[in-house]
């Protein structure tokens, strides 16, 4: 369903393992900034009454993970850590989201896409962590937490093919694909959610 060109190494998951503090608090400040990339989306295409309706629901969704996220760091006598920059969805916002025509159009329709796959990658993530993790409340809460971002793939993928009638969105998709699938060779090593 994802279409994700190169699966994590499971090995990824031994090294998030390794240290759940860093993890965690990786993964709450992804969960915040998916909310502020919906509220962003929402601010830059307000004319849009169904796409604004659906992304309030996902930013609230992505904010509730992040809440989450944070219980589970309070209840394990952690700290939120610092925020964390994330150069896998910063070379792929460089990607995907500069450049292009300039159109309004094209623009949402490349932001669609560029959530659409932190979505899918995050899903991918998440499903690994909740096959290969030994601690059984967070392979549970993972496994949740897959099923929510394989629907907020979704919402952002529909979104761009319904207001994209006049952009190659598969093409476009599929060129997406293709670069992840190279950047993410550099990636899964770290205890970080993309890293």
Request: aromatic fraction near 10%; glycine fraction near 6%; include cysteine.
């Amino acid at each position: 369903m994802l279409g994700l060109k190169l699966a994590t190494d499971p090995r990824w998951a031994k090294i998030a393992e390794s240290n759940i503090e860093e993890i965690l608090t990786d993964h709450a400040w992804c969960e915040q900034k998916a909310a502020t990339n919906a509220i962003t989306i929402i601010t830059m295409n307000s004319e849009h009454t169904d796409l604004v309706t659906d992304l309030i629901v996902l930013a609230q969704e992505e904010l509730q993970h992040f809440q989450m996220v944070h219980n589970i760091i309070k209840e394990r006598g952690y700290t939120l850590g610092r925020e964390r920059k994330d150069s896998y969805v910063n070379e792929l916002f460089k990607y995907k989201v500069s450049g292009g025509d300039g159109s309004r159009v094209q623009g949402l329709v490349r932001r669609l896409l560029f959530s659409a796959m932190i979505e899918a990658r995050s899903c991918e993530r998440f499903k690994l962590l909740s096959e290969k993790i030994k601690d059984p409340e967070l392979s549970k809460f993972y496994h949740e937490l897959m099923i929510s971002e394989a629907g907020h793939y979704t919402t952002f993928i529909g979104f761009a093919r319904k207001y994209g009638k006049d952009v190659d969105v598969d093409k476009q998709w599929e060129d997406l694909l293709q670069f992840e699938g190279e950047l993410i060779q550099r990636y899964g090593t770290s205890e970080t959610i993309h890293g």
